[in-house]
C-alpha cells in the first residue's frame, strides 16, 4: 500500500477524502482510478485523457518518493506519491518589472500591455 500526498484544495472537493490516503496499486495511474472509485471524479481532477492518451492536467505534477513521476511511474508499497499543483500565471506587471528592468523596458512593456 502507498501514501498518496494530495493538495488541500483537491481534497476539500471530494468529501471524506484527506490529505494523505492509502491506497493499493502498481503504478500512479493505478492509484489514482482507486481514489476514483472511491470518489468519482477524482481521476478527471488530476489526468486527462483516456489510455495510451492519458497524462497529468498541465498544472498537476505528479513525485514518486521525492521523483518526478507519471501516471506508468511504478508505486512500491509504502511509497509516497505526491500530487502537486503547479504554480504559473501573474499579471502583465509582474513581468514587465523585476531584477535587471530598466524603468524604460518597465515603461515600455506596460504601455505595451494596456
Not at 500512479?28 to 495510451?52: C, I, K, N, S, Y
Request: with cysteine; net charge negative; proline share 6%.
Amino acid at each position: 500500500m502507498a501514501t498518496v500526498a494530495l493538495p488541500a484544495v483537491l481534497a476539500e472537493l471530494f468529501p471524506g477524502c484527506g490529505r494523505r490516503e492509502a491506497v493499493d496499486g502498481a503504478t500512479v495511474g493505478e492509484l489514482l482510478e482507486a481514489l476514483d472509485t472511491r470518489w468519482p471524479g477524482f481521476r478527471d481532477r488530476v489526468v486527462e485523457g483516456r489510455g495510451a492518451v492519458a497524462r497529468p492536467r498541465r498544472h498537476i505534477r505528479l513525485f514518486v518518493d521525492g521523483s518526478p513521476g507519471g501516471l506508468e511511474s511504478p508505486v512500491a508499497a509504502g511509497s509516497l506519491v505526491q500530487v502537486l499543483l503547479a504554480i504559473s500565471g501573474g499579471s502583465g506587471a509582474d513581468r514587465a518589472s523585476g531584477p535587471g528592468r530598466s524603468e524604460e523596458h518597465t515603461s515600455e512593456l506596460q504601455s505595451r500591455e494596456t
